[in-house]
């Protein structure tokens, strides 16, 4: 069985309150993206195992991996001994805010469940991948979404419109748990743009720009680039980033935009042209 797990972008991304069990309370929309890892799940005949494999060396391959851990417990839900290989191929990187492990870890929840001929509702595949991640129980669902609480709550909304994106990534990442820490105590950097972009009926804003950029000046310096520049109806960190995204207009060409982005501000930029469904 092959599959596909789909990135995704926070088109909104507002911080609520810090809760009680040590969570934030949120409230985003997010989108999958065209982009996507590729998963192949087939079973195991070497021995009672789960075993996982990657071709990228900088992923943990034990039981921190969040494959390996939606696996196993999709296991111990219907009582059968673990017997599954497992084979990832990453397109999205990781410590990027667009979701990859989150929807690797959602796929193969809803692989393995096929696999199995469907032993688990929704309802409690919705409940496992929450307990795996925040994020995860999004990916469980084809479309954009509303997500609230600690990102556990989803509602699918009406389809968004198709938008033509542009991905840019330096060579660091930034973890998400310490975007979160920092959150409460960040402030606004002086001549920044923090204000709410407004992309047809919706608006596009993310909490997480204050303290990610007090660390990470070079993205607050890339944002301000992309909106100047002509191709550019909006910028916006993905999540708690790295990654920022571009929303095109119309018609722009993603070739020189990203050939100036990496002379003007870093030629090992990670850059690749997506759309929303």
């Not at 087939?42 to 900088?58: C, H, K, R």
């Not at 991905?167 to 310490?178: I, Q, S, Y």
């Not at 402030?187 to 804003?205: H, N």
């Not at 680039?225 to 790295?242: I, N, T």
């Amino acid at each position: 069985m092959q599959l596909f797990a789909p990135a995704k972008i926070n088109l909104s991304f507002k911080i609520l309150r810090r809760r009680e069990d040590g969570f934030h309370e949120i409230d985003t929309l997010m989108a999958p993206i065209s982009l996507a890892d590729e998963l192949t799940i087939e079973p195991n005949d070497s021995g009672p195992e789960i075993a996982f494999s990657s071709d990228d060396p900088t992923l943990p391959a034990g039981e921190e991996n969040l494959v390996v851990k939606a696996a196993r417990r999709f296991f111990a839900e219907i009582g059968r001994e673990p017997r599954v290989r497992i084979t990832l191929r990453k397109k999205i990187p990781h410590g990027a805010g667009l979701g990859g492990g989150s929807s690797d870890a959602a796929s193969t929840l809803l692989g393995l469940n096929q696999l199995h001929g469907v032993p688990l509702s929704p309802e409690c595949l919705t409940s496992l991948a929450a307990e795996i991640g925040s994020d995860v129980p999004f990916f469980l669902n084809a479309g954009p979404a509303r997500c609230r609480g600690r990102g556990e709550i989803v509602e699918s909304v009406e389809a968004l419109p198709r938008l033509s994106l542009l991905l840019l990534k330096p060579e660091f990442g930034v973890p998400t748990p310490w975007a979160y820490q920092q959150w409460r105590d960040s402030r606004e950097l002086p001549g920044v743009d923090y204000a709410p972009q407004k992309i047809g009926e919706f608006v596009l804003e993310n909490d997480l720009e204050r303290p990610v950029f007090e660390k990470h000046l070079f993205l607050a310096r890339m944002k301000s680039w992309l909106r100047d520049q002509p191709e550019v109806a909006a910028a916006l960190l993905s999540g708690s980033g790295s990654t920022m995204f571009a929303v095109l207009r119309d018609g722009a060409a993603t070739e020189g935009l990203a050939g100036r982005a990496r002379r003007e501000l870093d030629p090992e930029l990670w850059i690749v042209p997506v759309t929303t469904p």
